[in-house]
């Protein structure tokens, strides 16, 4: 990623895997959206669903 993401652009404050906060190490980009997990572990099992969804909804299965 060209930019780096920011903690204070990120548009929840609980991991929504864990519910823990987020923290700044464990951003990603979604939907033009800065969203936030409490680790990368978390962040990496988001990004490999929302790919998964994403192709399916695209067709691109």
């Known amino acids: 990623m060209a930019d780096k ?17 987020v923290s700044a190490d464990s951003l990603t980009l979604y939907r033009g959206k800065v969203v936030g997990f409490c680790n990368t572990g978390c ?11 994403d192709a399916k909804i695209e067709g691109k299965q």
């Open 5 to 21: 993401l920011r903690l204070e652009d990120c548009v929840n404050e609980r991991c929504p895997w864990s519910g823990d906060p």
């Open 43 to 53: 962040r990496d099992k988001f990004e490999a669903a929302t790919r998964a969804f």
